[in-house]
């Protein structure tokens, strides 16, 4: 018997445009250049729209009307919503469709995608009860297991979200994770048995999400009955195989033409041509299984590139220092009481800002490059680290001439340090 969990993460960021240092104390619109085809968040949204989430709504819709097994879960950023609400509202009627089937469930995040339980707990919390008012809004449902940004985990976090009365979170099937173990059964978080893990079987959804069109992968090409025989081959293997992947898998990661969304309208009623296999949801899987085991995050583990932990998004001394400067403003903004200089910080805290800041290329090249607006790590820090000392100026006001001075003493003194830092 396999229960086969499918779960895809659908975001979008708002993509910071090319703000030059004299933009500082003039222009106050960070997120959207029209001119510019990169960092123009309306475009990459339509087109996302148009090749991913249109298309592979309607194949999840089709296979929910034809297999009444058939389940599935999403979890939408609240930027990414958003953005569906101001330039594709067709795609929030999609997901709609979906969900009241009964048997899609929308999972709750940070609204932000972003990394604020790093510096400040909570700011994390209020984020994911703005998410969850969202979900609300939009779907008529309340959200019963929490799926953080890039699946990263660690004990605290869990701590955390159990305290915010959540069934159970996702996490990464990771070696260093589990040791001997497997990801096929159900876990809970150290010292609290009620709080329970789904962990992605990474291997079986990373055949679908980045090998599936590798012509040199020794398995392609990936057939629907040939997938389901790898699904067939864990039955008394453990519980369950959970298969978390981008939603962006379909269509544009992996194009149409590589045949990626005829696999997924075969594939559910291959997997159920073993009587003993059926699908569930993230909550019907911790409902219906007990823990086997505690799991022992005392480090942080994520989905993210080879190393599965936070190296993405800070590992060098411009993530770090980018970071830094991010927390630090965040009890000036708060003491504002201004909602669009709040507004605009949180949206400053989306894990994407730092992702295009990584330098870690190798392996990892293609995915850090993928609609990176910047053409180098170095430019994505100048123009965000000008955003934030604009919304600096924004939030402690004076007049023009000595901000102005102000900033330039500070960018110049910390954009020389930080880079000279890097190339040594």
């Given at each position: 018997?396999?229960?086969?969990?499918?779960y895809?993460q659908?975001?979008?960021p708002?993509?910071?445009?090319r703000?030059?240092f004299f933009?500082?104390?003039?222009d106050?619109e960070?997120?959207?250049d029209?001119s510019?085809q990169?960092?123009n968040n309306?475009?990459?949204?339509r087109?996302?729209?148009?090749?991913?989430y249109?298309?592979?709504?309607?194949?999840?819709?089709?296979?929910?009307?034809?297999?009444p097994e058939f389940?599935?879960a999403?979890?939408?950023?609240?930027?990414?919503?958003?953005?569906?609400?101001?330039?594709?509202?067709?795609v929030?009627?999609?997901?709609?469709?979906?969900?009241?089937?009964?048997?899609?469930?929308?999972?709750?995040?940070?609204y932000?995608?972003s990394?604020?339980?790093?510096?400040?707990?909570?700011e994390?919390?209020?984020?994911?009860?703005?998410?969850?008012?969202?979900?609300?809004?939009?779907?008529?449902?309340?959200?019963?297991?929490?799926?953080?940004?890039?699946l990263?985990y660690r004990?605290?976090?869990?701590?955390l979200?159990?305290d915010?009365?959540?069934?159970?979170?996702?996490?990464?099937g990771?070696?260093h994770?589990?040791?001997?173990?497997?990801p096929?059964?159900v876990?809970?978080?150290?010292?609290?048995?009620?709080?329970?893990?789904?962990?992605?079987?990474?291997?079986?959804?990373?055949?679908?999400?980045?090998r599936?069109?590798?012509?040199?992968w020794e398995?392609?090409?990936?057939?629907?009955p040939?997938?389901?025989?790898?699904v067939?081959?864990?039955?008394?293997?453990?519980h369950?195989?959970?298969?978390f992947?981008?939603?962006?898998?379909?269509?544009?990661?992996?194009?149409?033409?590589?045949g990626i969304?005829?696999?997924?309208?075969?594939l559910?009623?291959e997997v159920?041509?073993?009587?003993?296999n059926?699908?569930?949801?993230?909550?019907?899987?911790?409902?219906?299984?007990?823990p086997?085991?505690e799991?022992?995050?005392?480090?942080?583990v994520?989905?993210a590139?080879?190393?599965?932990?936070?190296?993405?998004?800070?590992?060098?001394?411009?993530q770090?220092?980018?970071?830094?400067?991010?927390a630090e403003?965040e009890?000036?903004?708060?003491?504002?009481r201004d909602?669009?200089?709040?507004?605009d910080?949180?949206?400053?805290?989306?894990?994407?800002?730092?992702?295009?800041?990584?330098?870690?290329w190798?392996?990892?090249?293609?995915?850090?490059?993928?609609?990176?607006?910047?053409?180098s790590?170095?430019?994505?820090?100048?123009?965000?680290?000008n955003?934030?000392?604009?919304?600096?100026?924004?939030v402690?006001?004076?007049?023009?001439a000595?901000?102005?001075?102000?900033?330039?003493?500070?960018?110049?003194?910390?954009?020389k340090?930080v880079l000279?830092?890097?190339?040594?």
């Amino acid at each position: 018997m396999s229960a086969v969990c499918f779960y895809f993460q659908v975001h979008q960021p708002r993509r910071i445009k090319r703000y030059r240092f004299f933009d500082i104390g003039n222009d106050h619109e960070y997120f959207n250049d029209a001119s510019e085809q990169d960092t123009n968040n309306a475009r990459i949204t339509r087109k996302v729209a148009d090749k991913c989430y249109l298309p592979a709504n309607e194949v999840m819709l089709e296979n929910l009307r034809k297999h009444p097994e058939f389940k599935v879960a999403y979890s939408i950023s609240g930027i990414a919503l958003e953005q569906f609400e101001e330039y594709t509202p067709e795609v929030i009627e999609s997901f709609k469709r979906l969900v009241d089937t009964g048997r899609v469930e929308i999972l709750s995040e940070t609204y932000h995608h972003s990394l604020t339980f790093l510096h400040s707990p909570e700011e994390f919390k209020r984020q994911v009860q703005l998410h969850a008012d969202k979900v609300r809004e939009l779907f008529g449902v309340r959200p019963y297991v929490f799926r953080n940004t890039e699946l990263i985990y660690r004990n605290d976090i869990a701590e955390l979200v159990a305290d915010m009365g959540y069934l159970g979170m996702l996490a990464e099937g990771a070696e260093h994770l589990l040791g001997w173990r497997k990801p096929t059964f159900v876990y809970h978080a150290k010292n609290d048995p009620t709080f329970r893990l789904l962990l992605k079987h990474y291997k079986l959804s990373d055949d679908i999400a980045f090998r599936f069109s590798n012509r040199d992968w020794e398995e392609w090409p990936l057939t629907a009955p040939k997938f389901a025989q790898w699904v067939n081959a864990h039955n008394g293997d453990g519980h369950i195989i959970n298969l978390f992947m981008d939603y962006e898998t379909f269509g544009e990661h992996q194009w149409e033409d590589t045949g990626i969304f005829h696999f997924m309208r075969a594939l559910p009623g291959e997997v159920l041509k073993q009587s003993d296999n059926f699908f569930v949801t993230p909550s019907e899987a911790l409902s219906k299984y007990d823990p086997v085991g505690e799991v022992d995050a005392p480090d942080y583990v994520s989905w993210a590139d080879v190393e599965r932990d936070l190296s993405a998004w800070r590992s060098n001394a411009i993530q770090h220092d980018a970071l830094r400067a991010l927390a630090e403003l965040e009890p000036e903004v708060r003491k504002s009481r201004d909602e669009t200089l709040l507004r605009d910080w949180r949206r400053l805290s989306t894990s994407d800002h730092f992702y295009y800041m990584c330098t870690k290329w190798f392996q990892d090249g293609d995915v850090h490059a993928y609609f990176n607006p910047y053409e180098s790590p170095y430019e994505a820090y100048i123009a965000y680290m000008n955003v934030l000392n604009d919304l600096r100026l924004r939030v402690r006001g004076g007049t023009k001439a000595t901000r102005k001075r102000g900033v330039w003493e500070s960018i110049t003194h910390k954009t020389k340090g930080v880079l000279q830092a890097i190339n040594s």
